[in-house]
């Protein structure tokens, strides 16, 4: 009974090669469902809680967010502080670790989205309501206000000094480079937010373990690494938007529009490059 048990065990491990040519008998034994296209207007959301928890999820996932970094940038800034030795790395990892830790806590009540240019390509993809992305982005954008405010008044004096966080494109840099490094960081992030959460990309490929909010804040990690010195990077229309807001100068204001017009350029990019690469690939499902 035990040889036959160990047979088994055998046979389960090495019934597959770890790395399995597209349409072999590893992938497409798996069940593969298109989740439904979502309707562009659902009024009936509105007296859902659902709806209005998700809202929450976003509002509250944003403020941690926006307090979380804008403190750390600070502390980089500020001589004086203990935390500017932790350098750009540090500032990095502090958005990073934040979107893998916020968007792992909401991705199940709001999807985990932190981002109105993720929000926006969720309509694109029929993943979302556009009732329901109107209320993420006004949520997002409110969150980003009062975690900067917070920030704010815990600081006050140094808050003003050090531009409040606010994204601007730094000297030696014109609003081309400013534009491309913000089109190619969204591109980035979106599209490892693409792979990490498609459901054919998950079924073809489920040799690959995938903790979707892991490759995202690392992607977030890496963005942030290559951008921070071009614009303190944005990528999130929402967090520019809440720095912004609460520094309030004309500094923080003339390049805003880089912000959101980069993230949104990327965002599309990223979308169809995605169509492309993963959703064009033919998937045979085992059971029709």
């Not at 790395?19 to 007296?47: C, H, I």
């Not at 995202?216 to 990528?235: E, K, N």
Request: glycine share 10%; with cysteine; hydrophobic share 45%.
């Amino acid at each position: 009974m035990a040889e036959n048990k160990e047979e088994d065990v055998n046979l389960g491990a090495n019934k597959y090669r770890e790395t399995q040519p597209l349409k072999t008998a590893a992938q497409t034994d798996k069940d593969y469902k298109e989740p439904p296209p979502a309707p562009l207007f659902e009024p009936g959301e509105l007296s859902s809680w659902s709806f209005y928890r998700a809202g929450i999820a976003e509002f509250m996932a944003t403020f941690l967010f926006l307090y979380i970094t804008i403190l750390t940038v600070m502390g980089l800034k500020r001589s004086d502080s203990l935390c500017s030795s932790v350098g750009i790395q540090g500032v990095a990892w502090a958005f990073g670790g934040m979107i893998f830790a916020l968007v792992y806590c909401t991705a199940g009540i709001s999807g985990g989205h932190i981002n109105p240019a993720v929000t926006i390509w969720s309509v694109l993809g029929k993943k979302l309501s556009l009732t329901r992305a109107v209320f993420y982005i006004v949520m997002q954008c409110l969150g980003a206000i009062c975690g900067a405010g917070v920030v704010k008044g815990f600081m006050v004096g140094p808050y003003e000094r050090l531009n409040g966080g606010a994204n601007v494109v730094n000297p030696g840099y014109t609003k081309g480079d400013g534009l491309g490094a913000e089109i190619i960081g969204t591109f980035v992030l979106v599209y490892t937010v693409f792979s990490a959460t498609d459901a054919k990309r998950s079924a073809r490929d489920s040799h690959v373990p995938i903790l979707a909010p892991l490759p995202i804040g690392f992607a977030v990690f890496l963005v942030h690494l290559a951008t921070i010195p071009t614009t303190g990077t944005g990528t999130n229309p929402a967090r520019s938007l809440g720095a912004a807001t609460i520094y309030n100068q004309d500094q923080a204001w003339d390049d805003h529009w880089i912000f959101w017009v980069g993230p949104f350029i990327g965002q599309a990019l990223a979308a169809v490059y995605h169509q492309i690469i993963i959703r064009a690939i033919p998937f045979k499902s085992s059971r029709s």
